[in-house]
């Protein structure tokens, strides 16, 4: 119960902080034995509660506890063997003497006079007896094995001793957290402060009184502590009708959770939860829209009611309940006068939960059950287990098929955001500075399974990449300007580069489907990005610019390179754009224009498993280690003012045989972005040369062919004259 909101609340409305309670041991005097020893002694309970005393009705034992009768200076305590040294440090009673072992059995039959009974301002209130009481809950965890029990203050007190044993509820605290006038000694008193007092009033029955921290209950909405209070409710049994066991087959059998450890997190809360209490005693909200026979307490269910309420709440909304006579729900068949409406409203995590139902069910475009759930941990046990348990007992089935659970933002140094600490990070601002794809880019880079960290130094690192992809496209629509089917070549026809990158792109495509398959998206973001500045640009697009640039219109390897580049950039964007959103539909309307469907609308496209060839991967994985070794020793040259760019260059290169081999039908000095190469056998190096010859004016290659400054190579030579000629005619 929270007295700050005044409502009862649910396991899901609930968080636990650290909190600091006033912990004391008290003697309640025993006024008839179930066992010789206890004659004249005392039980001793234990509690965190001090506000609870009032609420005292009976104590709980254990029967099959070892008990022991202390006895110092003239008087005698019961409490459990294993806990009496805790007990003497909690107290600081040191000496006397065990004077009797008890089983928890022989205390049978026992009863105690409440500490206040006999209070002269008390009017003979506290006068009752207080039954010792077996119960299964007394443990000898903490405390001293004999346990306070209020049942109008706890579910385990309620259970044992009412439910029982028929004991009744006494009403001493109302719904703002204050006693009862009729409650005497602390009437009117707020249970959050009335410790001091209470200890006051115990006089010698207090044995000890000192200060414990512990995990404690909190409201979620509040903060406030809260309090345990025995109300009226209207709950969702988790037994009676098969709850429990139909939602733990759903979760066990019927969803896939990511993580898989929400799982044993969901399992465990609907394994050990109570029953539902779904009923809020809140100014606003749904109401519950029932009418109670006052005589028998029955529910009235009547279809031809319940149209009349859902008309009513259809036309007017759920204020309707309040604000319409119950006369007119009931009709003619039932008089107002012998029915109570119900005024009570729904807890929200119910509310919550009807989504699948009204948005799942109802819209054409969506299925049932739902084929994700997403939203932080905590809401396995608020949303999630809400839209399970609503859906198990009125479907029989769970309403999504896979959930997902994401951690939380933290600031750069992981500490929780908070306005008095100043780390907020307001996306806002960060969209408003950097574009929404950055923030939309961080979150995917991001392990979103546990709590992310956030700043702007972790931001600039997603700019930096996000830069690289942005050219990497701009890069591809440039070459691709003027891409037409009459240029496309099939991927059999191919240069072994092109076919290279071709299977790339295949594992690539198989990658993402397996990976977005299971939710694991983190890894999707690096291989894109390794794809796009290793693959790419500082590998396939450096080695295919000459072509591009220089090659006739009508070669097989400038056509075969636009192909690839149009199957790279198809795939490319869209696999981006449900993440660079706003750059993937720039890009897709700048390469097919803004009356093309947007990119948003197209699906992934499908990859022919033909592409596919290991056989070729691990030869260019060869010649791959072979370049990396030459773009090195280039460096070198360049740095030690050998050449100045590499197409001043002729390499040779030394390299094992089945190296070699791998460069067979390749042109070396094309992959290695020099004018000329040449290869030989032995230990892996290379020796870096200035070329010979003249550089052509056009394609900047450096070979003897080239005569003069500012003259062609041949190749180029063939392609002007072609080019000219075309102009010509």
């Known amino acids: 119960w929270s007295p700050v909101e005044k409502t009862a609340l649910a396991e899901a409305e609930v968080e636990y902080q650290d909190h600091v309670s006033t912990q004391i041991d008290v003697a309640f005097p025993v006024v008839t034995a179930g066992h010789p020893a206890l004659e004249g002694a005392e039980i001793v309970i234990w509690t965190t509660t001090p506000w609870t005393i009032p609420g005292n009705r009976a104590i709980c034992y254990g029967s099959d506890i070892d008990y022991v009768v202390l006895e110092v200076d003239g008087r005698s305590f019961a409490v459990a063997e294993a806990l009496l040294a805790a007990f003497r440090e909690r107290t600081g009673i040191k000496g006397g003497e065990i004077t009797a072992h008890l089983k928890g059995s022989d205390v049978a039959g026992t009863v105690c006079a409440h500490p206040w009974r006999g209070h002269a301002d008390a009017g003979g209130y506290y006068d009752f007896d207080v039954p010792l009481l077996d119960g299964d809950h007394v443990t000898t965890d903490a405390g001293t094995g004999f346990v306070h029990t209020a049942p109008g203050h706890g579910q385990e ?69 809260l309090i345990f209070r025995n109300t009226a409710q209207w709950f969702i049994s988790m037994d009676k009708t098969g709850l429990r066991d139909r939602a733990l087959k759903a979760i066990r059998d019927e969803v896939r959770w990511v993580p ?33 026979h006052r005589a028998s307490g029955e529910i009235l269910v009547d279809e031809a009611v319940n149209a ?15 604000a319409t006579p119950a006369e007119d729900y009931l009709g003619d068949a039932y008089s107002a006068d012998d029915y109570d409406q119900v005024t009570d409203v729904i807890d929200v995590w119910f509310d919550s939960g009807c989504t699948h139902a009204f948005v799942a069910e109802e819209r054409d475009e969506l299925t049932w059950p739902a084929d994700l759930y997403l939203e932080g941990s905590d809401q396995h046990r608020g949303w999630f287990q809400s839209s399970l348990l609503e859906a198990c007992l009125t479907r029989g089935a769970a309403p999504y098929k896979n959930v997902l659970t994401h951690g939380f933002v933290m600031d750069g140094e992981g500490r929780k955001m908070s306005k008095s600490l100043g780390n907020v990070v307001s996306p806002l601002k960060v969209i408003d500075q950097y574009g929404a794809d950055i923030l939309r880019l961080w979150t995917i880079a991001t392990d979103f399974q546990d709590d992310v960290r956030i700043s702007d130094t972790i931001l600039q690192g997603q700019i930096d990449a996000y830069r ?21 070549v099939d991927a059999a026809d191919m240069p072994a580069l092109e076919r290279y990158v071709l299977h790339r792109l295949a594992e690539l495509d198989s990658f993402i489907r397996e990976r977005v398959s299971s939710y694991d998206l983190t890894p999707v973001l690096q291989a894109l990005y390794q794809f796009c500045i290793q693959d790419l640009s500082a590998f396939y697009f450096d080695i295919r610019k000459d072509s591009l640039y220089c090659d006739s219109p009508e070669s097989l390897t400038r056509r075969a390179c636009r192909t690839v580049l149009d199957a790279v950039f198809d795939r490319l964007v869209t696999w981006l754009a449900p993440v660079l959103v706003f750059t993937a539909e720039e890009a897709w ?45 280039l460096e070198d040259a360049r740095r030690d003012k050998v050449i100045g760019a590499s197409l001043q260059a002729h390499v040779n290169v030394v390299a094992p045989a089945d190296d070699l081999a791998a460069f067979d039908g390749l042109d070396a000095a094309e992959i290695f972005i ?35 400054e500012g003259g062609l190579c041949n190749r180029c030579a063939d392609v002007v004259a072609e080019l000219d000629a075309k102009a010509g005619a």
Request: net charge neutral; hydrophobic share 40%; aromatic share 10%.
């Open 308 to 322: 009349r309420i859902l008309a009513s709440f259809e036309k007017a909304g759920a204020d309707a309940w309040f």
């Open 468 to 488: 690289k992809i942005r050219n990497t496209l701009r890069y591809m629509l440039g070459s691709l300007e003027g891409f037409s089917e009459a240029e496309r």
């Open 157 to 225: 007190d309620f259970e044992v001793a009412t439910l029982k044993y028929g004991i009744e509820v006494p009403h001493t605290v109302g719904e703002d957290g204050r006693y009862f006038n009729h409650v005497p000694l602390v009437a009117e008193h707020h249970v959050y402060k009335v410790a001091e007092h209470v200890c006051e009033l115990l006089g010698e029955r207090l044995l000890g009184q000192s200060q414990f921290e512990h995990s404690y209950p909190h409201s979620w909405r509040s903060k406030a502590p």
């Open 260 to 292: 898989s450890q929400g799982q044993n997190r969901i399992e465990a809360m609907v394994r050990d939860r109570p029953d539902w209490v779904i009923s809020r005693q809140r100014a606003w909200g749904v109401p519950i829209p029932l009418f109670v």
């Open 674 to 708: 020099t004018s000329t190469a040449s290869l030989s056998e032995g230990e892996l190096g290379a020796n870096v040369a200035r070329a010979d010859g003249h550089k052509c004016a056009r394609c900047w290659v450096v070979l003897p062919e080239v005569k003069d």
């Open 589 to 633: 309307q700048a390469r097919y224009g803004e009356a093309a469907d947007s990119v948003h609308l197209e699906l992934w496209r499908d990859t022919p498993e033909a592409w596919l060839n290991p056989g070729l991967a691990a030869q260019w994985a060869k010649v791959r280690a072979v370049r990396s070794e030459v773009l090195l020793k």
